[in-house]
């Protein structure tokens, strides 16, 4: 690697709401500049090929993969990560719906289920099954994810047939 | 992380994105094009694929293009998969898009990454090979319009420094009845086994396959036995292997006897619905 090709340059991000200033390579990922430049570790590095979900985070609106993503190309987009979402219903639905264990891909399937609720908040089954078919579980299960899911639902419908 | 650096322009026109590619190799460099750059991005983390610079297409207006133009659909080769999700303009691009990778994955992957890519699926070039689509490919020499079955032979055949900037699909086409499966050995996700697609236009139908052989295909030969309706089905698909490319691929996704099981029972699916006029 040349002294020339390796040149840092700084980037302006928006991340969960705030403008940041960070120097990166042209080459680092969205997923290593988050977590080691910006010190947010809630997006995990899993399988690092795009295969496991474990590092979504929210780009304008629509879930990504973080490790299939150059810091670079995101400087003008608005990014959220779990550090971001504070107090979703989603986060609440995925305690009580016991949609968790060891909790490693957790961030990942809550970025993912909020922003499908976000994007669509009546989705149906086939479209649930089909935005978390981008993540992957290794030790809950989906059933409980998609419940989860499905009492954010059920809870938005109730409050608005009570207002 | 990517083990290596490399410089990153984000060129705003075909021409700046063309000449930036000409002057990063005529000084020695190693350049690529970049749309959804999944693949590059994959790829480099093994240290299988090198460069010194990146040339993102994403901000080439030409790129994103999406429209009806001169009774034509002008599809930019930077659309992200998921797009085609959201315009249903194109029932048959919409199909087979969504059954690339994953979702999320396909809010990144853009359908000139898919079909430029080296991973041999390809899948998203099937609706375009039937419909005799057009393509729109730029280069040093400026930009230059042909037809796509002249250029994709197993892959797109681009010169150095040539890009693909749009494909155009006749708009009479877009709503033939079609039909374009996935079939996986495993679960809804995992990796293809392979992919059919196929349209019903003039009364005949037209085939092309990914995942068969490593490269995607459409086969006039195999299209003109699987027509022939004196004969059965199972005879007419058999009839037509005679004429599939080689080699059929045996892989740990799947055996070649196995694949060659899938594809016969997929193409019979297909002659029941499509010679009917069923949609699934």
Redesign the interface.
């Known amino acids: 690697m040349s002294e020339k090709k390796s040149k840092k340059v700084t980037i302006d991000m928006n991340i969960n709401g705030e403008k940041v200033e960070t120097d990166i390579l042209a080459a680092d990922l969205l997923l290593d500049v988050i977590r080691n430049n910006l010190g947010l570790t809630g997006a995990k590095p899993g399988c690092l090929n795009g295969d496991c979900g474990a590092c979504t985070v929210i780009i304008n609106q629509k879930p990504m993969k973080s490790c299939l993503t150059l810091a670079i190309e995101v400087g003008d987009k608005e990014i959220t990560t779990i550090e971001g979402l504070l107090h979703s219903p989603v986060q609440k639905a995925f305690v009580d719906e016991f949609a968790f264990q060891c909790g490693y891909c957790t961030p990942g399937f809550i970025l993912n289920s909020h922003a499908l609720l976000m994007n669509d908040p009546n989705p149906n089954k086939e479209k649930i099954t089909e935005w978390l078919s981008s993540n992957i579980c290794r030790c809950t299960g989906y059933k409980e994810i998609e419940n989860a899911i499905q009492a954010v639902m059920t809870k938005t419908h109730n409050k608005n047939d009570s207002d | ?2 083990p ?5 322009y984000k060129p705003t026109s075909i021409k700046e994105a063309a000449d930036l590619y000409q002057t990063i190799t005529a000084e020695g460099g190693k350049p690529v094009y970049y749309s ?3 693949e590059i ?2 790829l ?2 093994l240290n299988l694929v090198y460069t ?1 610079a ?1 040339i ?1 297409i ?1 901000s080439i207006p030409e790129c994103q293009e999406w429209g009806f133009h001169h009774e034509e659909l002008i599809i930019g080769a930077a659309l992200p998969l ?1 797009f085609f999700d959201e315009k249903r303009d194109f029932p048959l691009l919409t199909e087979t898009a ?1 059954e690339i ?5 396909r ?2 992957i853009t359908i000139g990454g898919n079909i430029c890519g080296q991973i041999f699926y390809r899948e998203g070039v099937l609706p375009f090979l039937l419909l005799d689509s057009q393509v729109l490919i730029a280069g040093e020499s400026g930009v230059r319009r042909q037809s796509l079955k002249e250029v994709f032979i197993e892959t797109l055949t681009l010169k150095d420094g040539e890009f693909l900037v749009q494909l155009t699909t006749k708009k009479i086409d877009l709503r033939l009845p079609a039909l374009s499966v996935k079939k996986r050995q495993q679960w ?2 995992g990796y293809p086994l392979l992919t059919v697609a196929s349209v019903k236009k003039d009364g005949l139908l037209r085939f092309a396959f990914s995942g068969v052989c490593p490269f995607p295909f459409r086969s006039e030969q195999m299209e003109v036995v699987l027509n022939d309706r004196k004969k059965p089905y199972e005879e007419r698909v058999l009839d037509s292997f005679k004429y599939l490319p080689k080699p059929v691929l045996n892989d740990t996704e799947g055996s070649s006897e196995y694949r060659l099981f899938v594809l016969k029972n997929t193409i019979i699916d297909f002659l029941k619905k499509l010679e009917g006029d069923q949609r699934e």
């Open positions: 992380m990517i290596y650096d490399f410089r990153y959804g750059g999944t991005i994959t480099s983390r010194d990146v993102d994403k998921s969504r990778a994953d979702y999320t994955a809010n990144k809804k996700t």
